[in-house]
């Protein structure tokens, strides 16, 4: 097992990254479970296959877990999954020092954080991610929310788990493309900011998707590890660093809002093609050498991701997609922050692109 530490003053807590941490969960979370009824909220494709395992381990430790088993699916990170979860928490009279285990992807992780945010003004949660994307990035750092009519993740808090367990065991159960989504999350780090750990990645990435143990818990722990740095640099996104881990998340975003946030095009998916976007943008610019970026898209497709824009078939040119990052919500007093490459491993934020060159820039994407 790899423990990871995110340092906060006066707030640390762990990761750990391995195998069996779900069928060994009275010990891992400890005295954080205080009390007998143990509240869970999941989502019902989750349930189905870890449900079992949770009930079983628990009531063999004397506890009583109480279950909330939501819709699978990014519609249930909205007012009413989170009426729902925070109702049913307050029925089950979860108090301040209590925590709430959220067991899934990230559409859980978020959802359930924000309701612990705001539940009794702020009570403990536990993080169980059960996706590769929830592992690597959204179980780590805080950021909770739900999504409003005007956009994804709009309205939430920062509010740090106590805990995060990533049980290598889930992704078994994970399907094939949300594993691959995930992985362009994992292939982020090494873009923005580690160019051995992308390196690792074009030599490594294809047997970690396969199933090679060792290779998932490498992929794991220097993912989070890296978060890790990046938060307890930088919490609250002021800074400019976290800000980083935006990379492909503008262009991406626009792919996820001209495909209407569907099954079209996954949210790993987007960030995938929009890292390529990103690299390529910067090639452009002079800022790296092309090279660097055809590496980038390379390392993308041997992942089964998305690498090219001309083959997402948009009917739309590229000032509609530009139009789409005015409603990004990164964007400030009027300008919109891009993370752009000087070369892989060096990601900076750029604040003086103009949408304008973005757009004409991604008319020649459309059509290559
Ligand atoms: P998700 O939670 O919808 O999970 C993807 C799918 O996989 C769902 O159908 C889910 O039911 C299923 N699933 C999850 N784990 C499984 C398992 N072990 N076995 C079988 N099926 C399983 O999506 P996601 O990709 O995990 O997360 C995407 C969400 O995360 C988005 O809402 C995004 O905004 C958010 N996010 C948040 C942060 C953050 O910092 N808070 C960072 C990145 C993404
Ligand atoms: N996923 C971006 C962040 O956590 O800041």
Not at 68 to 90: C, H, M, N, Q, Y
Not at 277 to 303: C, Y
Request: aromatic content about 6%.
């Amino acid at each position: 097992m790899a423990v990871i530490s995110v340092e906060l003053a006066g707030r640390p807590y762990e990761v750990r990254v391995g195998a069996g941490l779900l069928a060994d969960l009275p010990a891992q979370c400890g005295k954080l479970l205080r009390k007998k009824r143990v509240p869970i909220v999941t989502d019902a494709n989750v349930a189905r296959h870890w449900r079992e395992t949770i009930d079983s381990v628990l009531q063999g430790a004397g506890f009583e877990p109480r279950w909330l088993i939501l819709e699978p699916g990014e519609a249930t990170k909205s007012w009413d999954g989170l009426s729902r979860a925070v109702e049913w928490l307050l029925g089950e009279e979860v108090e301040r020092g209590d925590h709430i285990l959220a067991l899934g992807g990230g559409v859980i992780g978020d959802l359930t954080g924000f309701a612990a945010a705001i539940l009794k003004r702020g009570c403990g949660f536990i993080q169980l991610p059960t996706s590769l994307l929830a592992q690597v990035d959204s179980s780590v750092g805080g950021k909770t929310a739900i999504n409003s009519s005007a956009g994804k993740n709009l309205i939430g808090a920062f509010h740090q788990p106590s805990l995060v367990l990533a049980d290598l065991d889930t992704l078994e159960t994970l399907p094939p493309r949300e594993l691959a989504a995930g992985y362009a999350e994992v292939i982020k780090y090494g873009v923005l900011g580690d160019p051995d750990f992308f390196a690792w990645c074009e030599a490594n990435g294809p047997a970690m998707l396969a199933g090679d143990r060792p290779a998932r818990e490498e992929a794991v722990a220097r993912s989070v590890a890296a978060k890790a740095r990046i938060v307890a640099e930088d919490e609250r996104e002021t800074t400019g660093t976290r800000a980083l881990l935006n990379l492909g998340h503008t262009f991406g975003h626009a792919l996820e809002a001209e495909t209407g946030f569907s099954d079209r095009l996954l949210h790993g998916e987007a960030v995938a093609l929009g890292m390529v976007l990103a690299a390529r943008f910067s090639a452009l610019r002079g800022l790296m050498p092309q090279g660097e970026a055809d590496r980038v898209a390379a390392l993308a497709a041997a992942g089964g991701l998305p690498s090219q824009l001309s083959a997402l078939g948009l009917a739309c040119d590229g000032i509609r997609l530009a139009s789409h990052m005015l409603h990004d919500k990164k964007m400030d007093a009027g300008t919109l922050p891009f993370v752009l490459l000087h070369s892989i491993g060096q990601a900076f934020l750029a604040r003086d692109v103009k949408l304008e060159d973005v757009a004409s820039f991604l008319d020649g994407e459309l059509g290559a």
